[in-house]
């Protein structure tokens, strides 16, 4: 009974990982989390230590950032890497790392032209 159960189960696991391997093409859904309000897209220029690095976002300005504590065992960031930022609102030269893309989400951001500026940078 056992192994009747197995089989079964095996070729039902076969059948869904076939369908989500040929989905996995050019034409895959993918969410991507696009700044909100006064979120900006940025790059990271460099790490300075104790979860702060520089950011150029693409307003125009560099910002001193850091990852806020309630994020930081979670979230790992690299220099180059795009993240969002969330500027103070009583200092627009310092903000709040609150994403950081994957590699991915980057080649659809660049599809579809919230990264088109990325090469200026």
């Given at each position: 009974m056992a192994d009747e159960f197995d089989e079964e189960f095996n070729e039902e696991?076969?059948?869904?990982?076939?369908?989500?391997?040929?989905?996995?093409?050019?034409?895959e859904i993918m969410r991507v989390r696009t700044p909100r309000g006064k979120e900006v897209l940025?790059?990271?220029?460099?790490?300075?230590?104790?979860?702060?690095?520089?950011v150029r976002c693409f307003d125009g300005k560099t910002?001193?950032?850091?990852?806020?504590g309630r994020l930081?065992?979670?979230m790992w960031v690299k220099n180059g890497d795009a993240v969002i930022v969330?500027?103070?609102e009583y200092d627009e030269d310092k903000g709040d790392i609150i994403y950081t893309y994957r590699r991915g989400q980057v080649e659809w951001l660049r599809k579809k032209g919230f990264l088109k500026d990325l090469e200026e940078f």
């Open positions: 696991f076969e059948q869904e990982n076939d369908e989500f391997q040929s989905s996995s093409g050019s034409d940025g790059v990271v220029e460099q790490l300075l230590g104790l979860r702060k690095m520089y910002r001193l950032c850091r990852v806020p930081r065992r979670s969330e500027p103070w």
